[in-house]
């Protein structure tokens, strides 16, 4: 009873923990649900559903430890309300195996769906959570995630998941050294061989087209100087000495991270003019992130990205569409959860924009390349990005501030939808943070350039980073289809268990009625 309620699930909480930044040991993943699987064997489904829950529970608190820093509470209840998806695939997966007298293919397949259909749910639910997706612990090992261009980061999640169902397919609870039946293994390695192919000739697949040279501004401006009045002038000056420097490499564009302009860029005539004056001297186009505000009735405020032309013209501007909740807003901020706004004086609630913008720039060889931006944790959900490419963008940048989170595992974290965003629409994607990570990565998934010091670190340090990028794109499924593969599983598991209750509820009815009779 102990091992099952505690050992086990605490195992698999610490191997899935392990799986991600900052311990990295991607590996762990292919087995960290093998102790939580064993556990829910057999068990009555709110025996499974706590099981479940607590490995949920304890991978959440100690995989986004770094929300505390913003507040305590934060990922208290952030953890607790996460932990529900793991009881509910606990829940799901003692179902199924109520089908089946012993382990088969089907249910590794079906379990696989059910776990996809529940992360698409946690992406989804209350504006949507999708951190820390199972799949998104391979984001370096890139022959594997190569197959998101078709099924996504869900795709890259089954195929984890399948193998953990499989490998413990014969493990009993009193673990003896059982191992899978052969055709289980060989299955196995079928499929990882097909993928492993698949991804590594995807992997060296190449593009033609201009290169684009864009240089990337990491500030590494503290948090706690961030909003103060008396560092704004400092702050600029930063800013404008790294983009000096920077535009020495003649660079097509440059990119500064999220909100770097200490303050409003349209209104503020002073900030303003020093800003497009540095464009015009560096005779480079300037991505900036900055807050605006309009006043049609009332004030309202954006999260934005504006682009500043090479003659010192603001040429384009993106107001962030996904904002966070409790954060940038709070929901029902207005009525049942005000009292939240009062306590912790979040004054004024951001405004989501509306529109796709998509910028556009000339190359020095004469041409115009396209992109759009993603700000802040925009890049983890996939609809955006991919939306952004199927209106134009022959690249992504996303500029971001993780500065809140201190030096923990969060800006490591946040490079790995990143990396599947690139993969899933065979774009470049350019990351600019204000105190790190920031880097460049190709269509295969792959980092091609980081701003880093001398040690190596790549966090909380000052400096820039150049690269050329080739913008070459391929259609992909997935750019076409979107999450098609996460639905299917969906379909896939209703429709089986919608089979197996009609079945149970008919199988009952007949033995009612022999009892009648009787």
């Known amino acids: 009873m102990l091992r099952?309620?505690?050992?086990?699930?605490?195992?698999?909480?610490?191997?899935?923990?392990?799986?991600?930044?900052a311990f990295d040991f991607s590996y762990l993943a292919w087995f960290a649900l093998i102790p939580m699987l064993i556990a829910i064997r057999g068990e009555k489904p709110w025996q499974a559903f706590f099981t479940g829950y607590i490995t949920g529970l304890l991978f959440f608190a100690a995989t986004l430890y770094w929300v505390g820093y913003v507040a305590i509470i934060g990922v208290v209840v952030l953890a607790f309300y996460l932990a529900f998806f793991f009881g509910i695939f606990a829940v799901g997966v003692d179902i199924l195996a109520m089908q089946f007298e012993k382990p088969r293919i089907r249910f590794a397949v079906l379990v696989s769906c059910?776990?996809?259909a529940v992360e698409l749910l946690r992406s989804h639910l209350f504006t949507g959570f999708g951190w820390a997706l199972l799949g998104h612990t391979q984001w370096d090992t890139l022959p594997i995630i190569q197959i998101a261009d078709v099924a996504g980061a869900y795709g890259v999640s089954f195929l984890v998941v399948f193998t953990n169902v499989l490998i413990s397919s014969k493990i009993k609870k009193k673990i003896k050294g059982y191992m899978p039946e052969p055709r289980y293994l060989a299955l196995l390695v079928i499929v990882l061989i097909v993928v492993a192919i698949y991804g590594y000739y995807k992997v060296d697949q190449k593009f033609d087209g201009e290169p684009v040279k864009i240089s990337v501004i990491q500030g590494n401006i503290p948090q706690s100087e961030k909003w103060d009045e008396k560092y704004a002038n400092e702050i600029l000056d930063k800013y404008i000495d790294l983009?000096?420097?920077?535009?020495?490499?003649?660079?097509?564009?440059?990119i500064w991270p999220e909100t770097s302009v200490p303050g409003f860029l349209e209104t503020d005539q002073f900030l303003r003019g020093k800003i497009t004056t540095l464009a015009k001297e560096v005779n480079t186009y300037i991505l900036v992130g900055t807050q605006t505000e309009r006043v049609p009735q009332k004030v309202r405020y954006f999260n934005s990205a504006a682009l500043i032309s090479n003659k010192g013209e603001i040429v384009g501007r993106y107001d962030k569409m996904h904002l966070v909740p409790f954060g940038e807003y709070v929901p029902l901020g207005n009525g049942f959860l005000s009292f939240i706004k009062q306590r912790y004086d979040m004054g004024e609630d951001y405004t989501p924009g509306k529109d796709y913008t998509i910028f556009e720039i000339p190359t020095q060889k004469g041409g115009r390349v396209k992109f759009g931006v993603l700000i802040c944790f925009e890049d983890v959900f996939p609809e955006l990005s991919r939306n952004f490419v199927r209106s134009g963008a022959d690249f992504l940048v996303v500029i971001t501030n993780d500065a809140w989170y201190m030096k923990t595992a969060a800006p490591f974290q946040h490079v790995q939808p990143s990396v599947f965003r690139a993969v899933e629409d065979r774009v470049n994607v350019v990351r600019c943070a204000n105190t790190g990570y920031s880097c460049f990565i190709d269509q295969s998934g792959k980092i091609i350039q980081e701003v880093k010091d001398f040690k190596g670190e790549k966090i909380f340090v000052t400096g820039f980073a150049t690269a050329n990028i080739i913008p070459g794109k391929a259609g992909t499924l997935y750019l076409e289809y979107g999450d098609a593969f996460a639905r299917l599983c969906v379909w896939v598991i209703l429709f089986d268990l919608t089979l197996y209750f009609i079945y149970?509820?008919?199988?009952?009815s007949r033995q009612r009625r022999k009892n009648w009779k009787k």
């Open 243 to 254: 983009t000096k420097e920077a535009a020495k490499d003649k660079p097509d564009l440059i």
């Open 114 to 116: 059910l776990w996809v």
């Open 4 to 21: 099952r309620l505690v050992f086990l699930p605490l195992l698999s909480a610490l191997l899935l923990t392990l799986s991600y930044p």
């Open 504 to 508: 149970n509820y008919v199988k009952s």
